[in-house]
């Protein structure tokens, strides 16, 4: 390991508590907002659209944030996205009108979305090729505990005040924000900042030539990925709670030991298995997993079962976007902010479109969400294996 990278073990640590801390206020969410809806006397539709707002906001903005940190530096990005998403959580804590739940909603989804490309570009900053897997999956694995941790912390302060869980997430970001202003260094000097293009087009223009670059086929398995993972975790609760008679508590149960799996995956699998295995090996894999877990779902007969099938799917899950986040890192060049800013626009497509599938689909069959989504896990796997042949070709011709 170069010194370059034991001197970014620091940065790397902070940068992942700052993950930590948006992941766990959008995790907090989850089991307080049907009640802030119950308050204002709104009805399921509008719970859905508050939550596809915030991916909606998300898919807009994160490239335009990724494109500012190419020309601007990564810390300046970092510092106003967990500024804003403080500000989001405080306009909820203090929400009196169902307009002010949206306009918090579009401000956490708008400022959060400048982190997560920022913080995978850092990475790919102060970290060779050869371990910026290990760098991926150590901000993933932060990442996964946050969405574990938060709906938890939610729950417990809800207790006392609906409005409680959403003070300590604009507290914890605010914090982070000073912390971040006074000891997180820069990682892109100014002198590759030079060296950047001005990109000027819009979003969509921008989105249609990734998908015609080398990333192209990467960032469509971003959507498969993040389309997976929102289908499963949107109608968990309901399908077990049906099927099981799962209470909430048993529900809450899965999701954390297979969050804490997920997380600990990441966190010390991941880099390894990249080393070891390659990216390509490792993608592969993850949606042979995700796929298993996805059809076996429907045949657990107890709850060992429910826990072991649904850690496969995790496991996979967890598995796959570091890797896929490092594949993409190692061919995006000297753009990384702008593209990395794609790749969470993917992400958020695929976080806003699944729930929407999973539960129109649900009305019909509870088990076709799961059905349909190893058939689009399956799709990504075949689709994954061409890519590579063709790519490996490719590469013997040239």
């Not at 604009?170 to 990109?199: C, D, H, Q, Y």
Request: charged share 10%.
């Amino acid at each position: 390991m170069s010194l370059k990278e034991k001197n970014a073990r620091g940065p790397l640590v902070l940068l992942s508590i700052n993950l930590f801390i948006i992941m766990v206020g959008i995790g907090l969410v989850i089991p307080i907002l049907p009640f802030y809806v119950e308050m204002f006397n709104a009805d399921a539709q509008i719970l859905g659209m508050l939550i596809a707002v915030f991916s909606i906001m998300q898919f807009l903005f994160a490239p335009i944030w990724g494109r500012l940190s190419d020309r601007w530096g990564r810390k300046p990005m970092i510092i106003i996205g967990l500024i804003g998403f403080a500000a989001a959580e405080f306009v909820f804590a203090f929400a009196s009108h169902l307009w002010m739940l949206f306009l918090s909603r579009i401000l956490a989804g708008t400022f959060g979305s400048a982190l997560m490309p920022t913080a995978m570009a850092y990475v790919a900053d102060v970290t060779s090729q050869e371990n910026r897997g290990k760098g991926m999956g150590m901000i993933g694995a932060a990442m996964g505990l946050g969405i574990v941790i938060g709906p938890g912390i939610g729950g417990w302060l809800a207790e006392f005040d609906l409005s409680y869980p959403f003070f300590f997430a604009g507290i914890a970001a605010t914090i982070a924000a000073i912390v971040s202003m006074l000891v997180l260094p820069e990682s892109l000097g100014k002198e590759k900042r030079s060296f950047i293009a001005n990109e000027t087009e819009n979003q969509f223009v921008l989105m249609k030539k990734a998908l015609c670059s080398p990333v192209g086929f990467l960032l469509i398995l971003v959507f498969i990925m993040s389309f997976g993972l929102a289908n499963f975790q949107s109608i968990f609760g309901y399908y077990t709670m049906e099927r099981y008679n799962f209470s909430p508590k048993d529900v809450g149960l899965v999701i954390l030991i297979v969050g804490i799996i997920g997380t600990i995956v990441q966190g010390v699998l991941v880099g390894r298995l990249i080393n070891k295995f390659g990216e390509e090996k490792v993608l592969t894999g993850s949606l042979i997993l995700s796929s298993i877990g996805f059809i076996l779902m429907t045949t657990a007969p107890s709850f060992a079962w429910v826990l072991i099938t649904t850690s496969l799917f995790y496991l996979g899950n967890s598995i796959l976007r570091p890797a896929l986040n490092t594949f993409i890192s190692n061919l995006a060049g000297n753009k990384q902010g702008m593209v990395m800013g794609l790749n969470n626009s993917f992400m958020s497509l695929g976080n806003a479109v699944g729930p929407i599938l999973a539960g129109m689909l649900f009305e019909w069959n509870i088990h076709i969400p799961y059905f349909f989504g190893a058939f689009i896990m399956i799709v990504g796997l075949v689709s994954t294996r061409i890519w590579i042949t063709r790519r490996k070709l490719s590469d013997i011709e040239s």
